[in-house]
């Protein structure tokens, strides 16, 4: 599979075979924050033979983006693959995008309610799913980070919002 490979500006430099990249090479990734009307979150626990954090828990959906493709397309068919949910471009709301070493990681939000026992998982990717509170997700990862992928970490935590300091 060719991957675009960017520069510091995520510019597009060149295509490369994934499994080609070197170590100074940038690529692109999207990712899925998946909500329902409930205040509840998907996240998918990866499956055990991932390179990248096996077995451990992070978004609904995520992958690196292939070819032509935009970040959005790119998330369209990654959310089709992983978890069997089709979602439309307006349901697609775009996030922060951050870079971290070797990628830029495009984050989406999306509402939708659909049941777990409605979603078909590609094996190869996720081995698990499950919505969950965010009060019992930040609880979780609290207790145990180490169960969760490092980079879903941090983008939760970018999603707290500040206590209101007390009047002087």
Known sequence: MLVPVVDENDVVIGMKERDALAPGDICRVSALWLANS???????RRALEKKSGPGL?????AGVVDGEETYEENMIRETQEEIGLTLL?????????????????????????????????????????R??????????????????VES?????????????????
């Open 38 to 44: 409930h205040g509840e979150v998907l996240i998918a």
């Open 131 to 148: 919505w969950i509170s965010v009060p019992e997700l930040q609880a979780w990862i609290e207790r145990a980070p180490d169960e969760f």
């Open 152 to 168: 879903y970490i941090e983008f939760f935590n970018s999603l707290k919002v500040p206590q209101e300091q007390p009047a002087p």
């Open 89 to 129: 471009p307006e349901e697609l709301t775009p996030g922060v995008k951050v870079r971290r070493s070797r990628i830029f990681l495009q984050w989406y939000f999306a509402t939708k309610d659909v049941a777990i026992t409605d979603l078909s998982l590609q094996k190869e990717e996720v081995m698990d799913a």
């Open 57 to 61: 828990w992070s978004c609904a959906a």
